[in-house]
Structures are given as C-alpha cells and as structure tokens.
C-alpha cells in the first residue's frame, strides 16, 4: 500500500503543486481509503487508474485533499490597504476599472470581501471586474450561491453582515448585488497562463496556497503572477508566504499585516541594461515613478524604529531602505542598513543595501553584500545581475562573465513570457 500510495502523492503533487507533507500524509491516505471505498476498488493501482482517467474522480479527489479554510476579511488588513490602493491608484487616476483576481477563492469568502470592500467604497458594477478561481469543483459550485454559516464570519468588524447579507435560520444568504459581481471558474494555478488568456490584473489575491508548495513551484508561481499583474499591479499573500520567494519579482508595500507586494518592474530587463534602481546623485531629489506607490503607502521611519524587524517586515523594510536612498538621502538609508543588517537573514535587505553602497561608489562592500543576499537565496536575480555588473566594472571579467551566463541559464532560457 506505501508505494502505491507515494505513487499517488507524487501525482497529487505534479498535479497540483501541493507537497504531500504540507497536507499530512494521512489526509491523503483516508481520501484514498475514502474514494476506493466509494468507487468499490480493492487495490490502490486500480483506483489510481480511475482517479487518472476519469474527470468526476478526480474532482472528488481533489475536494477530498485540499484545505479549503477560509473566512470573510480574514486578516482584515488586507482588505483595509485594498480600499486605500484601489481609491488612491485607480479611483483617484480615474484608471477604473480595476481587475481583480482572487486565487485560490475557495468558498468565496475572499473574492466577495473584495466585492463588499469594493462596494464600500461607492464603487458599482462598471468600475470594477473580480474573478475568482479554485481548483476544487465543489468549492466553487459552494461559492456560486453564495450561502455561508457563521463559521465564515470571524472577524472582529462584522458591520457588513446587515447591509449585505439575508439571515434565515442560521445561514447567510449573500445578497444578490454583490455575488453577481464575481466571476467563478475552476481551475489550476500552475496553468495561470492557459486560464488567463489574454487577460490582465491591477489586483491578484493569492493567499495560503503557497504555503503548500516548494520554493521551485512557489517561484514558478509568483513568475507566472508576476506575468498576469499590470505594471502597477499588487500581490496579496497570505502571512506566512511572506517569504524570500517573493523578493525576485515582488517589493513589499502597505502596512505590516498587509502582505501586499508591488510588481518589481524590471525583472525582464537584460542586467546590462539595467539601471540601479537607487540613485547615486546624493543631494538631488529623485522622482522616482516606479516608487509612486510605496511612496504614498509605506509605513513612517519612526513606526519602523519602534517595532522590532523581523522576517515579515523584511520586505517592507528593503523597500522603506530604498525609498529613503531614492529621496537623496544616502547618510539615513545607510543607518537603516546598519539597523537590520545584523539580524536579517532576508537577501532583499542585503540586496538593497548593496545598492545603497554601490551609489555610494563602496564597490567592495557592495560586492559583499550582494554576495550575502546570495548566501540567503542563490537564486536571487537582481543580486545576481549587480554582482556581475560590480566585478565586470572594476575588472573581475571572467567572474562576471560566469555569473552572467549562470543568469541566462537559470532565468532567461526557460521564460515562457
Ligand atoms: C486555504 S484555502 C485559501 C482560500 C483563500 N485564498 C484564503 O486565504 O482564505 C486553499 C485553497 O487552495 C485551493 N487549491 C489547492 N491547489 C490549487 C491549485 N493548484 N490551483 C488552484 N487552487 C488550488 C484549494 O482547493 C483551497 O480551496
């Protein structure tokens, strides 16, 4: 039964993406005792050639071994910087509609969060479009009608519960305003692309999916999210995937709690081309576009200084580091430096760091750091890059030329972009 049974795990996993010891091993063993129960199979081989075979089992296969926990405005930060980003980056602009993508939607508690988050702010149905996609069939049919328990309400606020749902007898019935403002489908994250043909998003919730993956698949996602998003787009995670993954593609912004992260925009770009994102002119202001957003939400120093850093805040701290640097003020951004360095383990600060020292023209302590944020993550594209243009610049050519043609093998030959 083992074999057979890590037989099916390693399908579940190149199916899904999902690590079977993220789910629990025994999760997975009772649904395959529970579906050859079901399907009256006497042995693991038979039943794993009709959870291949026919599209029915594997959806209920699939709805038997995913972990579809979810509420309404869980974390409740998010929601609160989505209302803030959606009325300063597109209501404000005038740039609406805004899309809007929530994968995994689960039940439907996150996109119609969305919906009522977005309806608070006055806006209606042309303003803005939300779909929402699982890959468990039967999650979705759920989401559809839009019928909830009070289980799915936990939060603190539930102000919302009159003004958008009908009670009868211990159920909430969604009103119809709102569920028909999200789109629902079924479908698999790891094939974003074929989902989204031709579409793009200002917005993409993916939250407590990639905590169930690896770092390989975890970057294979962010790569094809960071590909879906508009260049003004944002990334919400859910709190524990706040992680290093993300720094190659994603800078955190928002305040702690949000787990929002802005589209890095330079990702694509040749590394010879491509320009510091930190200014070296010292005393001049820079204005810095890309920035607008992180400048306009990103927390105060001082709130920063009070507070501990840790690995969550990292990547809100790596970009606070560079803000500060882009403004003119090398000196500060270098005290910032000095006050995470000695406790972070986040290549994103190490990174920016050594952007800071390199537009200080400290090229061998800029060398360093992007080394250490390479010790953290070796596949870290932009300290990469700057590694090789820093050794190629002071006369390390054959160093930087290998490094560079390891950034072309890792990254550059296998884009599907
Ligand atoms: C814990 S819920 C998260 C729901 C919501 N995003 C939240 O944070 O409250 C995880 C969901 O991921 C879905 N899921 C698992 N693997 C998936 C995949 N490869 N593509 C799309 N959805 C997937 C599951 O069906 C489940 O509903």
């Not at 920063?304 to 850093?309: D, G, L, M, S, T």
């Amino acid at each position: 039964m083992q074999v057979s049974l890590n037989l099916i795990e390693n399908w579940l996993a190149e199916k899904t993406g999902i690590l079977p010891e993220r789910v629990g091993h025994e999760l997975i063993r009772q649904a395959v005792v529970a579906r050859m129960a079901e399907n009256e199979c006497e042995d693991v081989e038979t039943y794993f050639s009709l959870l291949t075979s026919l599209d029915q089992e594997y959806d209920a296969f699939i709805a038997e071994v995913t972990v579809s926990e979810t509420w309404f405005f869980r974390d409740e930060v998010p929601y609160q910087f989505l209302a803030e980003v959606v009325q300063q980056q597109w209501v404000q602009t005038k740039s609406l509609p805004c899309h809007v993508l929530s994968i995994p939607s689960s039940s439907g508690e996150e996109p119609y969060s969305i919906a009522i988050a977005l309806s608070e702010l006055g806006l209606d149905k042309k303003d803005y479009v939300i779909d929402a996609v699982d890959i468990n069939r039967e999650i979705i049919e759920k989401a559809r009608k839009g019928i909830y328990r009070p289980h799915s309400f936990r939060g603190k606020d539930q102000k919302f519960l009159d003004r958008y749902f009908k009670k009868t007898e211990g159920e909430y019935h969604l009103i119809d305003a709102v569920k028909n403002r999200v789109n629902f489908s079924v479908g698999n994250v790891l094939q974003l692309d074929d989902l989204c043909i031709g579409r793009f998003y200002d917005i993409i919730f993916c939250r407590n999916l990639l905590i169930y993956y690896d770092h390989k698949t975890q970057l294979q996602v962010l790569k094809k999210i960071h590909h879906r998003l508009r260049p003004n787009g944002i990334l919400f995670t859910g709190h524990a995937e706040a992680n290093s993954s993300l720094n190659q593609y994603f800078t955190g912004v928002g305040p702690i709690g949000a787990f929002a992260f802005a589209k890095r925009n330079n990702v694509a770009e040749k590394f010879d081309a491509m320009p510091s994102r930190i200014s070296n002119s010292n005393n001049k202001k820079v204005k810095n576009k890309k920035n607008r957003l992180e400048n306009n939400v990103s927390l105060s120093l001082s709130d920063y200084q009070k507070r501990r850093y840790n690995e969550f805040r990292a990547p809100e701290m790596a970009s606070k580091i560079e803000e500060v640097a882009n403004s003119g003020d090398l000196g500060e951004a270098n005290r910032l430096c000095q006050l995470v360095l000695s406790d972070s383990t986040d290549p994103e600060v190490y990174y920016v760091c050594g952007l800071v020292k390199e537009a200080e023209g400290a090229s061998h302590r800029a060398e360093a750091l992007f080394r250490m944020a390479l010790k953290w993550n070796p596949e870290h594209y932009n300290a990469l890059t700057h590694l090789a243009a820093n050794l190629q610049s002071r006369g390390f050519s054959a160093e930087a030329k290998k490094i560079k043609q390891s950034v072309i093998r890792k990254f550059e030959n296998n884009s599907d972009e």
